[in-house]
């Protein structure tokens, strides 16, 4: 970096990552294409994309395919991303399960396992079998040709230090100051590692791959065992000056309300996640309610699970119904707040809980307009994550996607 003019460097190393990421998408997206049709639809230069084209061809990021067979004009050169660059691993320790995943390049799934891990589970075996998991995920990827473990993302439900990857607090895990990324390192030593909250990770799938795909600031909230959050702008999460930031699930709603896993009382995330919703189903039929769901449990609350309240809903049970449009109305609220503070273009709801999108959406909504200001109500829309449970992954994919191809191009 030249000592006369830090900001000018910084500037174009930033406009370089942004130009590399606007032909990254349109390569996933439009492939094959040639380099005109490329500047053609980024409104990029055609000296600009010939030399961020000729750096990814020289790192086997992007290779050529042949010529187009169009019969106006000569026929240019197609271009592809390469899938066996390589292959990227995702990660997921949620409250009870462990996810992974193995892409090749173009993001491409090669393989996925989940395995549910019971209360009984202590941290360190959590851990060790979510290593003996990517283990088995890397040696697939090296199966299929992809000898290159390009980078490993881990999403976990709490506070992340991202400098250096420890875990500092997840109050629904019970887990505290575990070194996370420095686990990770000494097992995969020469492996570039992220560790993320998940629901910035899950953020930055739908972002890349699915939902949030083209909008300029996204709002998401996954509703799960806990509620989390992400903001993204323009492609990058709005991360706070430590790294912390959008834990929307620990704002104060109810000012004496249920106690929270963080301490506090009346927490978002005590009215609307997973635990809340099952709460006030069993507090209904204590009252004397009926519902067909304490038939189904026959009366032992902790087989309730969510498509079964899902199920009763379908069949218009009353306290299945009533309990489901509470935590929506809840999610209004908080949503209709963020909308204020945040004017985004989108809400994405993602979560265990998108699964009931169905009886949530239409109450959130009503809330929303009845509760946000009409400019910014106006100009948000709100829809459900197309990865749903898979999005903490895709998110891992698209940080380990986006952190190779801008260090391969800085270095150059
Ligand atoms: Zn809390």
Redesign the pocket.
């Given at each position: 970096m030249s000592e006369r003019s830090p900001t000018r460097t910084g500037d174009q190393a930033l406009v370089r990552e942004i130009n590399l990421s606007l032909i990254m998408n349109h390569l996933r997206d439009h492939a094959p294409v040639s380099r005109a049709a490329l500047a053609e639809m980024t409104g990029l230069n055609k000296s600009t994309v010939s030399s961020i084209i000729r750096e990814l061809i020289e790192g086997r990021f992007v290779y050529e395919i042949g010529l187009s067979s169009s019969s106006i004009g000569r026929p240019s050169t197609l271009l592809e991303l390469n899938p066996s660059a390589g292959h990227i691993i995702g990660l997921e320790i949620d409250v009870d399960s462990i996810s992974v995943t193995c892409a090749n390049f173009a993001a491409e799934m090669i393989c996925q396992q989940k395995e549910l891990t019971g209360s009984d589970l202590n941290q360190a075996a959590v851990l060790a079998r979510a290593l003996a998991m990517v283990e088995e995920a890397a040696r697939l990827g090296q199966r299929k040709q992809l000898n290159r473990l390009l980078g490993l993302a881990l999403g976990v439900p709490g506070l992340v230090d991202h400098e250096t990857g420890m875990l500092l607090f997840a109050?629904n895990l019970g887990w505290e100051n575990v070194p996370l990324g420095d686990i990770l390192r000494r097992r995969f030593p020469n492996t570039p590692i992220f560790v993320d909250n998940e629901a910035n990770l899950a953020a930055l799938g739908e972002c890349f791959y699915g939902a949030a795909r083209g909008y300029d600031t996204v709002l998401y909230i996954s509703a799960g065992i806990g509620l989390g959050g992400a903001i993204v702008s323009q492609g990058h999460l709005f991360k706070g000056k430590l790294g912390y930031a959008s834990e929307f699930?620990?704002m104060t709603l109810e000012v004496d309300g249920e106690p929270?896993?963080?301490?506090?009382?009346g927490?978002?995330?005590?009215l609307v996640s997973q635990p809340a919703l099952f709460r006030q189903i069993r507090r209904a039929v204590e009252r004397g309610e009926k519902s067909v769901l304490s038939d189904w449990v026959a009366q032992d609350w902790s087989r309730l699970t969510l498509p079964m309240v899902l199920d009763a809903a379908q069949r218009s049970d009353t306290v299945a119904r009533a309990a489901l449009e509470r935590v929506g109305f809840y999610l209004g609220i908080g949503i209709a707040s963020l909308v204020n503070a945040l004017n985004p273009d989108l809400v994405v709801l993602g979560g265990m809980l998108s699964l009931a999108g169905d009886f949530l959406l239409p109450v959130v909504e009503a809330e929303l307009h009845r509760r946000a200001l009409r400019w910014t109500a106006e100009a948000v829309r709100l829809v459900l994550a197309r990865h749903g449970a898979d999005a903490c992954l895709m998110g891992g994919i698209a940080v380990v996607h986006q952190s190779i191809l801008s260090q391969s191009v800085a270095a150059r």
């Open positions: 109050p699930g620990h929270c896993n963080c301490g506090n009382r927490c978002w995330e005590t």
